[in-house]
């Protein structure tokens, strides 16, 4: 079992910064995939980013790919989203999740996610 808790996020101007972080609770963080979600009331959850167990394998939505970075500390147990150039289309609740994989493996699939944090809410105005 693995708990997850977002935080980071909240209200900022187009155009700036926030860096939103997911702890994760156990000792087998670093047997997980990780990746971050995002949805806005009325439409599915969407596939923002994910990275590998190691951190060595990186994935990106195209409508954030060179404003967003996902990275990893197994050591805390915490993953990150660097968010630059925020658009107010990036408004929505983000989401963490944890897929159980085999090396070097990341994927955008929902369904492969097996564990879920409750989100954080980010505002862009514009």
């Known amino acids: 079992q693995v708990q997850l808790v977002e935080s980071g996020g909240g209200l900022v101007q187009a155009g700036g910064s926030l860096r939103l972080s997911c702890a994760a609770s156990?000792?087998?963080?670093?047997?997980?995939?990780m990746g971050w979600f995002r949805q806005v009331p009325g439409k599915d959850r969407a596939f923002v980013a994910a990275?590998?167990?190691?951190?060595?394998?990186?994935y990106y939505a195209d409508s954030v790919k060179g404003r967003f970075t996902i990275s990893r500390e197994n050591a805390k147990n915490t993953v990150y989203l660097q968010m630059n150039s925020l658009k107010p289309e990036d408004t929505a609740v983000y989401s963490c999740?944890?897929?159980?994989?085999?090396?070097?493996?990341?994927?955008?699939?929902?369904?492969?996610?097996?564990?879920w944090g409750q989100g954080t809410q980010v505002t862009v105005s514009s």
């Open positions: 999740a944890a897929a159980q994989s085999r090396a070097d493996y990341v994927t955008e699939a929902i369904y492969e996610y097996d564990y």
């Open positions: 156990g000792r087998t963080f670093s047997s997980y995939a």
């Open positions: 990275i590998s167990r190691g951190g060595g394998n990186t």
